[in-house]
C-alpha cells in the first residue's frame, strides 16, 4: 500500500525463475584442538559439566515420576515432566555462544534450555553483577535460603540458586522464580535471559519476535532466541511470526537507523518426534527442517543444519547467526538435530519407535561422546571425569533436598489465602500521564487530519438542541484517534500495529493522520497474521516496551486464540506478578456483513479470566477508556462498535474535552435516570434503550438507563443502587444470550439484590445462532421496540403495548433445539 514502493508490471510479469541458495547441513568442521585453542579448556570442561547438570536434574526428575524417590528421598511429584534427555547438547551449545543479556524463550520441554541459560549467564557475569542479580530478586530471599540451606559463595551460589529457584518452581513452592504460579512448563527468570517457556506448541515463535521487535527499537545489541521443537513447524503461528520476523519494510519502509530484519534466531531442536509423530517421513513434507527457511525470504532464513549432540558445532554456528543478527541481517533458523533418548513425557511407553534406533542414538549419547572428545584431547582424563559427575550429583542432590522440604520451599497455602492466585491476575497500576513529546515526521499542526479536528465542536448538540453533523462535531471515533494521538506523540515506548493501521488510517479511520507525523517503526502495516499480531503485542510488552494492536474485526479473534487465551492473559499470573503486560488489543464489532464479520464476542473475552474488557458507547468515554487503557500496565481488550464510530456526544454537556483526560476502567454511568426499571447496556445497545425509555415515558415508566462500559472489571454499586429503587433489571447487550456476560450480570444481582427485586432480572441479548446479513439485522440485535417488548410484557404488564418485535419465540422449547 505504501506509494513509495511500485508493482512495475514490466518487471513483474517478465519469465525467469526463482533460484535457491544451497543449505549446509553438519558444515562444521573444527577439531577440539581447534576449540580448544579458541575457546581454553577451562571453557570446555565448563560445557561438558553444564551438560551433566541437565542430565542430572531430569534423571531426578524422571525418578520422581516413576517411583516417587530420588537418592533416598521420597517425594510425590504430581506435575508433568517433560524431559530433554539427550538433547544437552543442543542447549549448551547454544548458551556457550550467547550472552548474558540475550532473551531465550521456550517449550514445554524446556529444563534444560532454561539450565543451560543460567549457567551460562553465571559464567559470564562477575561476582559484582551476579551478587545484584541475587540481592535484587525478592529482596534477597531466595539467596538467603539456598546459602543456609544448600550452600556455596559466589558463582557456586548463583549455580544453586538457578537449580534452586528452578525446583522449587516445579514443585509449586512459593520461593519458586514464579512463585509456584508457572510450575514446569512455564519456568522463567528474567535476569539471567531466561524469558518464559511455554506449554503450548509454537507459541514462543511469536512471543520472542515481540520481543525482537522491542529490541530492535530500543537498539540494543541483544537477540531473543526461540526454541521449539519440530514438530512446532507444522504451527501457522510459527510460520506468521517468521514472516513478521522478515518483513520486507524493515529494510525499504523503516527509518535508516532501524532498518533490517528483526534479532531473532529460530532454534528449533529437531529430536525427529512431535510427541509420537514422526516429522521426517510422517508428519512433514521436508526432509530437513532447514529447508523451511527458503519458503520465508529471499535470505533463507541463512537457514543451517546443524549436529545438535555436539555442542560445539551448535556453539559455532549459534555465534554465527548471532553475529547476523546483531548485524541487522535477521531473523535466522536453526534445524539443530539431536536425539531425546526418553519418551516425550513419562508416560510415554515409547511404541512409535523401536528399541533398535533408540540403541543406535544412546549409542551417540552426547554427553559421552564428548566427554571422550575431552579425554582423547587430553583435556580431562576418564578419573576427572568421574569426578565431575560425582561432584554434580551432589549438587542436585544437595539442591533437591532443599526444595523437597516444605520447611525451606514452602507450598502455596491457597487455603490460608484463598484469593491468592486471583490477586495476581493484575497488577492494577498504570503509568503517568506520558508527556514527553517524541520525534515526529513532521509537526501534529501541519498534518490535515489533526487540524480538522481542532476545527470540530466538542459537543453534539446546538444552543437549539438539534444533533450536529458527525462532520462538524467529534465523534467517538475522534475521541479514540485524540486519546491515541497524545500517548503515540508521548511515549516513545508505545508502538502501534496491525491489519491496515498507517496509510489507510485504520481499517475504520482511527489512525487517520498518525502515519502523516510518525515513522514507520512507531505504526505500521502488519501482515494479515493475527495469531502474529497478538503474539508480537505480548513479546514486546516483556521485554519492556508498550503495544497497541488491532485485530480490525472482532470476529478475528478466533485467528489469535491461543495468542489472547493462553498467552495475552496469563503471563502476568503464571509470573506471581513479575512481569506486566502493557498490551492494548484493539477488536471492532462489526455489522451488516453476516455471520463471520458481525459477531459480538465480548462475552467469550470477559469469560477468560486475566484480560480487563472495555466496550465504550459515547465520544466522551471512548476518549477517557483508551487513555486509561493505553495508560494500564494489564492487557486490554477494547471493543469498538462500528455502528458507534460516527456517533456524537450527547451526555457530556461541556462536550468532549481537548485536553487529556481517563475515565477509569469498571465504572458503570448512569446515562438518564429513572425510578421504574433498571435497563443495564452493554455496547451500542445504549441508544435503542434511550429510544425505549423515551417511549416509555410516554406510558408512565421510568427507565433508568446504565451504560456498562466495562465487562472487566465491572463495579456493581451503582447497579445494585438502582436496581434497590427501581426493582426491576432488563440488561440488553448484542452478544448471544446463551452463556452471556448478561446473564453473568444477572445471577450475580438475583444473588445480591435479590431482596430488591421485584421480578427476576431478564437479558435481552441476540438469538443463539448466526448473525444475518443487513438486511435482517433488525430481527437479530435487540431494538428498542424489542425493550419496549420486554418491559410492558413482563415488568408491567398492565401498561403492555402492541407487541412490535419478532421475539414471540419459547425460550425453553428452542433450549431443546439448541438454540
Same mark, same amino acid.
Given at each position: 500500500?505504501?506509494?513509495?514502493?511500485?508493482?512495475?508490471?514490466?518487471?513483474?510479469?517478465?519469465?525467469?525463475?526463482?533460484?535457491?541458495?544451497?543449505?549446509?547441513?553438519?558444515?562444521?568442521?573444527?577439531?577440539?584442538?581447534?576449540?580448544?585453542?579458541?575457546?581454553?579448556?577451562?571453557?570446555?570442561?565448563?560445557?561438558?559439566?553444564?551438560?551433566?547438570? =541437565?542430565?542430572?536434574?531430569?534423571?531426578?526428575?524422571?525418578?520422581?515420576?516413576?517411583?516417587?524417590?530420588?537418592?533416598?528421598?521420597?517425594?510425590?511429584?504430581?506435575?508433568?515432566?517433560?524431559?530433554?534427555?539427550?538433547?544437552?547438547?543442543?542447549?549448551?551449545?547454544?548458551?556457550?555462544?550467547?550472552?548474558?543479556?540475550?532473551?531465550?524463550?521456550?517449550? @514445554?520441554?524446556?529444563?534444560?534450555?532454561?539450565?543451560?541459560?543460567?549457567?551460562?549467564?553465571?559464567?559470564?557475569?562477575?561476582?559484582?553483577?551476579?551478587?545484584?542479580?541475587?540481592?535484587?530478586?525478592?529482596?534477597?530471599?531466595?539467596?538467603?535460603?539456598? #546459602?543456609?540451606?544448600?550452600?556455596?559463595?559466589?558463582?557456586?551460589?548463583?549455580?544453586?540458586?538457578?537449580?534452586?529457584?528452578?525446583?522449587?518452581?516445579?514443585?509449586?513452592?512459593?520461593?519458586?522464580?514464579?512463585?509456584?504460579?508457572?510450575?514446569?512448563?512455564?519456568?522463567?527468570?528474567?535476569?539471567?535471559?531466561?524469558?518464559?517457556?511455554?506449554?503450548?506448541?509454537?507459541?514462543?515463535?511469536?512471543?520472542?519476535?515481540?520481543?525482537?521487535?522491542?529490541? &530492535?527499537?530500543?537498539?540494543?545489541?541483544?537477540?531473543?532466541?526461540?526454541?521449539?521443537?519440530?514438530?512446532?513447524?507444522?504451527? *501457522?503461528?510459527?510460520?506468521?511470526?517468521?514472516?513478521?520476523?522478515?518483513?520486507?519494510?524493515?529494510?525499504?519502509?523503516?527509518?535508516?537507523?532501524? &532498518?533490517?530484519?528483526?534479532?531473532?534466531?529460530?532454534?528449533?531442536?529437531?529430536?525427529?518426534?512431535?510427541?509420537?509423530?514422526?516429522?521426517?517421513?510422517?508428519?512433514?513434507?521436508?526432509?530437513?527442517?532447514?529447508?523451511?527457511?527458503?519458503?520465508?525470504?529471499?535470505?533463507?532464513?541463512?537457514?543451517?543444519?546443524?549436529? *545438535?549432540?555436539?555442542?560445539?558445532?551448535? #556453539?559455532?554456528?549459534?555465534?554465527?547467526?548471532?553475529?547476523?543478527?546483531?548485524?541487522?541481517?535477521?531473523?535466522?533458523?536453526?534445524?539443530?538435530?539431536?536425539?531425546?533418548?526418553?519418551?516425550?513425557?513419562?508416560?510415554?511407553?515409547?511404541?512409535?519407535?523401536?528399541?533398535?534406533?533408540?540403541?543406535?542414538?544412546?549409542?551417540?549419547?552426547?554427553?559421552?561422546?564428548?566427554?571422550?572428545?575431552?579425554?582423547?584431547? *587430553?583435556?580431562?582424563?576418564?578419573?576427572?571425569?568421574?569426578?565431575?559427575?560425582?561432584?554434580?550429583?551432589?549438587?542436585?542432590?544437595?539442591?533437591?533436598?532443599?526444595?523437597?522440604?516444605?520447611?525451606?520451599?514452602?507450598?502455596?497455602?491457597?487455603?490460608?489465602?484463598?484469593?491468592?492466585?486471583?490477586?495476581?491476575?493484575?497488577?492494577?497500576?498504570?503509568?503517568?500521564?506520558?508527556?514527553?513529546?517524541?520525534?515526529?515526521?513532521?509537526?501534529?499542526?501541519?498534518?490535515?487530519?489533526?487540524?480538522?479536528?481542532?476545527?470540530?465542536?466538542?459537543?453534539?448538540?446546538?444552543?437549539?438542541?438539534?444533533?450536529?453533523?458527525?462532520?462538524?462535531?467529534?465523534?467517538?471515533?475522534?475521541?479514540?484517534?485524540?486519546?491515541?494521538? @497524545?500517548?503515540?506523540?508521548?511515549?516513545?515506548?508505545?508502538?502501534?500495529?496491525?491489519?491496515?493501521?498507517?496509510?489507510?488510517?485504520?481499517?475504520?479511520?482511527?489512525?487517520?493522520?498518525?502515519?502523516?507525523?510518525?515513522?514507520?517503526?512507531?505504526?505500521?502495516?502488519?501482515? =494479515?497474521?493475527?495469531?502474529? =499480531?497478538?503474539?508480537?503485542?505480548?513479546?514486546?510488552?516483556? #521485554?519492556?516496551?508498550? +503495544?497497541?494492536?488491532?485485530?480490525?474485526?472482532?470476529?478475528?479473534?478466533?485467528?489469535?486464540?491461543?495468542?489472547?487465551?493462553?498467552?495475552?492473559?496469563?503471563?502476568?499470573?503464571?509470573?506471581?506478578?513479575?512481569?506486566?503486560?502493557?498490551?492494548?488489543?484493539?477488536?471492532?464489532?462489526?455489522?451488516?456483513?453476516?455471520?463471520?464479520?458481525?459477531?459480538?464476542?465480548?462475552?467469550?473475552?470477559?469469560?477468560?479470566?486475566?484480560?480487563?474488557?472495555?466496550?465504550?458507547?459515547?465520544?466522551?468515554?471512548?476518549?477517557?477508556?483508551?487513555?486509561?487503557?493505553?495508560?494500564?500496565?494489564?492487557?486490554?481488550?477494547?471493543?469498538?462498535?462500528?455502528?458507534?464510530?460516527?456517533?456524537?456526544?450527547?451526555?457530556?454537556?461541556?462536550?468532549?474535552?481537548?485536553?487529556?483526560?481517563?475515565?477509569?476502567?469498571?465504572?458503570?454511568?448512569?446515562?438518564?435516570?429513572?425510578?421504574?426499571?433498571?435497563?443495564?447496556?452493554?455496547?451500542?445497545?445504549?441508544?435503542?434503550?434511550?429510544?425505549?425509555?423515551?417511549?416509555?415515558?410516554?406510558?408512565?415508566?421510568?427507565?433508568?438507563?446504565?451504560?456498562?462500559?466495562?465487562?472487566?472489571?465491572?463495579?456493581?454499586?451503582?447497579?445494585?443502587?438502582?436496581?434497590?429503587?427501581?426493582?426491576?433489571?432488563? =440488561?440488553?447487550?448484542?452478544?448471544?444470550?446463551?452463556? +452471556?456476560?448478561?446473564?453473568?450480570?444477572?445471577?450475580?444481582?438475583?444473588?445480591?439484590?435479590?431482596?430488591?427485586?421485584?421480578?427476576?432480572?431478564?437479558?435481552?441479548?441476540?438469538?443463539?445462532?448466526?448473525?444475518?446479513?443487513?438486511?435482517?439485522?433488525?430481527?437479530?440485535?435487540?431494538?428498542? @421496540?424489542?425493550?419496549?417488548?420486554?418491559?410492558?410484557?413482563?415488568?408491567?404488564?398492565?401498561?403492555?403495548?402492541? &407487541?412490535? *418485535?419478532?421475539?414471540?419465540?419459547?425460550?425453553?422449547?428452542?433450549?431443546?433445539?439448541?438454540?
Amino acid at each position: 500500500m505504501p506509494k513509495q514502493i511500485l508493482i512495475d508490471p514490466q518487471e513483474t510479469r517478465q519469465s525467469g525463475a526463482l533460484e535457491l541458495m544451497p543449505i549446509p547441513v553438519h558444515a562444521y568442521a573444527q577439531s577440539v584442538e581447534d576449540e580448544r585453542n579458541a575457546r581454553g579448556d577451562a571453557a570446555l570442561k565448563e560445557a561438558l559439566r553444564h551438560m551433566m547438570v =541437565i542430565r542430572e536434574f531430569e534423571t531426578m526428575l524422571a525418578s520422581f515420576k516413576g517411583t516417587g524417590a530420588y537418592q533416598g528421598i521420597d517425594y510425590l511429584y504430581k506435575g508433568p515432566a517433560h524431559l530433554s534427555i539427550g538433547q544437552e547438547g543442543a542447549a549448551v551449545g547454544a548458551a556457550m555462544a550467547l550472552k548474558a543479556d540475550d532473551y531465550i524463550l521456550g517449550s @514445554h520441554r524446556s529444563h534444560g534450555e532454561f539450565i543451560a541459560k543460567g549457567l551460562g549467564a553465571i559464567n559470564e557475569l562477575n561476582d559484582t553483577e551476579l551478587a545484584t542479580i541475587l540481592d535484587s530478586y525478592e529482596g534477597g530471599k531466595l539467596r538467603d535460603t539456598v #546459602a543456609k540451606h544448600v550452600g556455596g559463595t559466589d558463582k557456586a551460589l548463583g549455580e544453586n540458586a538457578l537449580l534452586f529457584g528452578l525446583l522449587a518452581e516445579i514443585f509449586m513452592r512459593e520461593n519458586g522464580f514464579n512463585g509456584g504460579m508457572g510450575g514446569s512448563m512455564h519456568a522463567f527468570f528474567p535476569p539471567f535471559g531466561a524469558y518464559p517457556n511455554n506449554a503450548i506448541v509454537g507459541a514462543s515463535a511469536g512471543i520472542a519476535t515481540g520481543a525482537a521487535l522491542r529490541r &530492535k527499537l530500543a537498539q540494543d545489541n541483544g537477540i531473543v532466541v526461540a526454541n521449539a521443537g519440530d514438530g512446532s513447524t507444522g504451527c *501457522g503461528p510459527v510460520w506468521e511470526a517468521m514472516n513478521f520476523a522478515a518483513m520486507s519494510q524493515y529494510d525499504t519502509l523503516w527509518d535508516e537507523a532501524y &532498518k533490517g530484519g528483526l534479532p531473532v534466531l529460530f532454534f528449533f531442536t529437531n529430536n525427529f518426534y512431535a510427541m509420537g509423530g514422526q516429522t521426517k517421513g510422517e508428519t512433514m513434507g521436508w526432509e530437513r527442517l532447514a529447508r523451511i527457511g527458503a519458503g520465508v525470504n529471499p535470505a533463507q532464513m541463512h537457514a543451517e543444519t546443524v549436529d *545438535g549432540s555436539n555442542p560445539l558445532a551448535v #556453539a559455532d554456528a549459534v555465534a554465527r547467526k548471532r553475529q547476523l543478527l546483531i548485524d541487522r541481517k535477521g531473523p535466522a533458523l536453526l534445524d539443530v538435530e539431536c536425539y531425546r533418548l526418553v519418551g516425550h513425557s513419562t508416560t510415554d511407553a515409547n511404541a512409535y519407535r523401536t528399541r533398535d534406533e533408540i540403541k543406535m542414538w544412546t549409542e551417540q549419547d552426547p554427553i559421552t561422546q564428548f566427554a571422550s572428545s575431552l579425554t582423547e584431547a *587430553g583435556i580431562l582424563s576418564d578419573a576427572d571425569v568421574e569426578t565431575m559427575r560425582e561432584g554434580v550429583a551432589e549438587q542436585v542432590l544437595a539442591v533437591t533436598r532443599a526444595a523437597v522440604d516444605p520447611a525451606i520451599a514452602p507450598p502455596v497455602d491457597v487455603e490460608a489465602e484463598p484469593t491468592r492466585i486471583g490477586q495476581l491476575m493484575f497488577s492494577d497500576t498504570e503509568i503517568p500521564a506520558p508527556n514527553t513529546p517524541v520525534p515526529l515526521t513532521k509537526p501534529i499542526e501541519e498534518a490535515g487530519a489533526f487540524r480538522q479536528l481542532g476545527r470540530k465542536e466538542r459537543f453534539g448538540l446546538d444552543d437549539e438542541g438539534k444533533r450536529l453533523s458527525g462532520l462538524k462535531t467529534i465523534t467517538l471515533r475522534d475521541g479514540l484517534t485524540e486519546a491515541i494521538l @497524545h500517548h503515540m506523540t508521548n511515549d516513545e515506548s508505545l508502538v502501534a500495529y496491525g491489519e491496515e493501521c498507517r496509510e489507510w488510517g485504520g481499517a475504520f479511520g482511527v489512525y487517520r493522520g498518525l502515519s502523516d507525523i510518525l515513522p514507520h517503526h512507531r505504526l505500521f502495516n502488519s501482515p =494479515i497474521s493475527e495469531a502474529a =499480531i497478538v503474539a508480537t503485542a505480548i513479546g514486546h510488552a516483556l #521485554a519492556g516496551g508498550r +503495544s497497541l494492536v488491532e485485530l480490525m474485526y472482532g470476529d478475528f479473534i478466533g485467528r489469535a486464540g491461543d495468542e489472547i487465551f493462553n498467552q495475552l492473559a496469563k503471563w502476568q499470573s503464571m509470573s506471581a506478578g513479575l512481569l506486566t503486560m502493557p498490551v492494548v488489543l484493539r477488536a471492532s464489532v462489526g455489522s451488516k456483513y453476516g455471520a463471520q464479520h458481525s459477531q459480538d464476542w465480548t462475552s467469550l473475552i470477559a469469560h477468560i479470566p486475566g484480560l480487563k474488557v472495555v466496550y465504550p458507547a459515547t465520544p466522551y468515554d471512548a476518549k477517557g477508556l483508551m487513555a486509561s487503557a493505553l495508560s494500564s500496565n494489564d492487557p486490554v481488550v477494547f471493543f469498538e462498535s462500528q455502528r458507534l464510530y460516527d456517533q456524537i456526544e450527547t451526555f457530556q454537556k461541556d462536550g468532549v474535552p481537548a485536553g487529556y483526560y481517563r475515565v477509569p476502567l469498571g465504572e458503570p454511568d448512569i446515562k438518564r435516570q429513572g425510578n421504574d426499571v433498571t435497563v443495564l447496556t452493554i455496547g451500542p445497545s445504549l441508544y435503542p434503550a434511550l429510544t425505549a425509555a423515551d417511549e416509555l415515558a410516554d406510558v408512565g415508566i421510568e427507565a433508568e438507563i446504565i451504560d456498562a462500559r466495562s465487562l472487566v472489571p465491572f463495579n456493581y454499586d451503582a447497579l445494585l443502587a438502582s436496581v434497590k429503587k427501581t426493582g426491576h433489571l432488563l =440488561i440488553v447487550s448484542e452478544a448471544s444470550e446463551r452463556g +452471556s456476560f448478561a446473564m453473568t450480570i444477572s445471577t450475580n444481582v438475583t444473588r445480591f439484590g435479590f431482596a430488591d427485586l421485584k421480578a427476576p432480572p431478564r437479558v435481552l441479548g441476540c438469538p443463539n445462532w448466526i448473525v444475518p446479513g443487513a438486511d435482517m439485522e433488525t430481527t437479530y440485535f435487540p431494538q428498542a @421496540h424489542d425493550i419496549i417488548d420486554v418491559v410492558t410484557g413482563e415488568f408491567f404488564p398492565s401498561k403492555r403495548t402492541n &407487541k412490535r *418485535g419478532v421475539r414471540s419465540w419459547d425460550d425453553l422449547d428452542l433450549a431443546r433445539q439448541a438454540l
